[in-house]
């Protein structure tokens, strides 16, 4: 069954503030990013641990940040393009903290997620994004993280080219509808 995402307000003719826009890209980015893990194991690959899936869910989050940026790029005033992504940023660490607290217990998992974060964002930084989307080696880092993530067991050597090839193409798809839809 197909991903339901919400990417229109109901009241498209009201202004909406960068936090807003921020909330709502949150809330499918988050849906997204769990579709993806859950089909990674549909697809025959194995977490050993709700870390695991958790750090999956994580890497996809980071993916959606570093693709919304260079999507807004040029699109928004940077003042209004810092907001939205660190709105962003802060509104995906709640979701991690909240989902990640009711998993794995009490810590500081929001913490955590933006430190993945800012240290993704460099690496994210040197990889190319054009008008067509993110290029090989922006698409090969997130399926290579991902790698890292559920280990080296035979069952998930291949989850780079599944990443790769197929979900991180699906989610940017998706992202770039949602993207167009809320910022207008």
Do not use: C
């Amino acid at each position: 069954m197909a991903l339901r995402i919400k990417s229109q307000w109901y009241d498209e003719g009201a202004e909406r503030s960068m936090e807003e826009i921020a909330g709502a890209l949150a809330f499918n980015g988050w849906r997204m990013a769990v579709d993806k893990a859950i089909n990674l194991h549909g697809e025959q690959f194995i977490y050993d641990t709700d870390e695991q899936r958790l750090g999956v869910i994580a890497e996809y989050l980071i993916f959606q940040v570093q693709a919304v940026d260079r999507m807004v790029h040029e699109r928004l005033p940077a003042s209004e393009r810092q907001a939205l992504i660190t709105a962003l940023a802060l509104r995906m660490s709640d979701h991690m903290t909240e989902n990640s607290r009711d998993l794995l217990g009490e810590g500081d998992h929001g913490s955590a997620f933006i430190e993945r974060l800012n240290m993704r964002t460099a690496e994210y930084s040197e990889l190319g994004f054009t008008s067509d989307g993110p290029s090989y080696p922006f698409l090969r880092h997130l399926g290579y993280q991902i790698q890292q993530i559920m280990g080296g067991s035979q069952e998930n050597r291949w989850v780079i080219d599944q990443v790769m090839d197929k979900d991180g193409p699906e989610v940017y798809k998706q992202l770039k509808r949602i993207v167009r839809n809320l910022i207008s």
